[in-house]
Every structure is written in structure tokens, then in C-alpha cells.
T-cell receptor
Framework: DAKTTQPPSMDCAEGRAANLPCNHS???????VYWYRQIHSQGPQYIIH???NNETNEMASLIITEDRKSSTLILPHATLRDTAVYYC?????????????FGKGTLLTVNP | GAVVSQHPSWVICKSGTSVKIECRSL??????MFWYRQFPKQSLMLMAT?????????EQGVEKDKFLINHASLTLSTLTVTSAHPEDSSFYIC???????????FGPGTRLTVL
């Protein structure tokens, strides 16, 4: 079972920031939060991951709450090409178990 | 960096034949690769974990004799669908784990259609 809860769909206007929420209230201290996205008929694309500090890269920013029970992925200036299903996944970083369990994700539609 | 390729990108085969799908990490070595299957309008389902030089670990409900996985090198894993049937038609996606970033990177997927 997926350990995260995401809204099934969201809309965003082109050029505006897209803020995608994720709830992971049962996250444990040795689990990362990963974000991937999947554009229709393609393999998932890695976006960003974090443990407890906010992270930023060329694609997005990841804001994790202090209690780590939720996070928000921010696409600062959404474009039409950002329309995709976004997956929030928690993964244990201990040992050698690198498996990812995908939930249903959030379908983000960026509108002109 | 961290590019994963799959070949072929799509394949059509007759029922009863076998199909091999290749997954390659192009710019990093991957001791662990994964194979997923995705049916239309559904999420990715993990089929198996492939470790270089050892037998694959299959998820519950996945037939290991039907889905043969070989991870012969640090950059190549193959999935062979044996005696394919129409119900095996699906989108097959591989990923490769890179220790340098502690992250899985995914291939573009292979669309399999069994007639």
C-alpha cells in the first residue's frame, strides 16, 4: 500500500506556480520523500527528493513540514509541458531496499 | 546524466511467442534494476527487483517462469516475456538505481501488444 495521499487532480494556469501537496503522516525517521512525474506514455521522470530540509533544483522546490508529515512540490512557473501525473513516494533509505511503491498520484493539468 | 534506455520502444507479437526487452543504464553503473508494468489508466506496479549477478526477486503474484529477468552486467538487465498471451499486453518500464544519488532513474518504457 502506498504510504502517501495526494489529490487526484489539480489545475494550474500557465506561467503560475503549481503547488502539489502530499500527505505522508506515517513517515518514519529513515524515509525520504521522492517526487516523480509521468508524462503520458512515457517512463517516470525523477524530479527531486528530500529528508527533512527544503530542497531546490532546476526543476522544482520541495517543502517538507517540520513534523515531516506532509510536503509540497512547487513548480515555480508551470508550462504546458508540465502537464503530467505527479507521484509522491516515501522510501526507506536504510539497508538495501530501494523499492518504490507508486500510488495513484496527482494529475496536474496546466492550462493556457 | 543518469540516463536509462529501453529497447524496443514498442513490439507486437503473436500469442505463444517470447519477447525480450532490454534495459540499459547509459552513463552509470547499476547494481540494482527494477521492472514495472503499467496497465492503461493505472499506476506502475513493481514486478521484480534485479541484482547484478544474482537471481531476481519477484513480487507476489508475478510468475517468475513467465517473466524471465537477467542482470548480466552493471549496465544491462533484460526481461523476457515467455509464451506471451494477450493479457500480457501492457507498458513495461525498467528503472536503474544509482548509488551516487540514491535515486532510481526510469527508462522510456516498452509497449507490448500480444495478438
Amino acid at each position: 500500500d502506498a504510504k502517501t495521499t495526494q489529490p487526484p487532480s489539480m489545475d494550474c494556469a500557465e506561467g503560475r506556480a503549481a503547488n502539489l501537496p502530499c500527505n505522508h503522516s506515517t513517515i518514519s525517521g529513515n524515509e525520504y520523500v521522492y517526487w516523480y512525474r509521468q508524462i503520458h506514455s512515457q517512463g517516470p521522470q525523477y524530479i527531486i527528493h528530500g529528508l527533512k530540509n527544503n530542497e531546490t533544483n532546476e526543476m522544482a522546490s520541495l517543502i517538507i513540514t517540520e513534523d515531516r508529515k506532509s510536503s509540497t512540490l512547487i513548480l515555480p512557473h508551470a508550462t504546458l509541458r508540465d502537464t503530467a501525473v505527479y507521484y509522491c513516494i516515501v522510501r526507506d533509505f536504510g539497508g538495501s531496499n530501494y523499492k518504490l511503491t507508486f500510488g495513484k498520484g496527482t494529475l496536474l493539468t496546466v492550462n493556457p | 546524466g543518469a540516463v536509462v534506455s529501453q529497447h524496443p520502444s514498442w513490439v507486437i507479437c503473436k500469442s505463444g511467442t517470447s519477447v525480450k526487452i532490454e534495459c540499459r543504464s547509459l552513463d552509470f553503473q547499476a547494481t540494482t534494476m527494477f521492472w514495472y508494468r503499467q496497465f492503461p489508466k493505472q499506476s506502475l506496479m513493481l514486478m521484480a527487483t534485479s541484482n547484478e549477478g544474482s537471481k531476481a526477486t519477484y513480487e507476489q503474484g508475478v510468475e517468475k517462469d513467465k517473466f524471465l529477468i537477467n542482470h548480466a552486467s552493471l549496465t544491462l538487465s533484460t526481461l523476457t516475456v515467455t509464451s506471451a498471451h494477450p493479457e500480457d499486453s501492457s507498458f513495461y518500464i525498467c528503472s536503474a538505481y544509482w548509488t551516487g544519488s540514491d535515486t532510481q532513474y526510469f527508462g522510456p518504457g516498452t509497449r507490448l501488444t500480444v495478438l
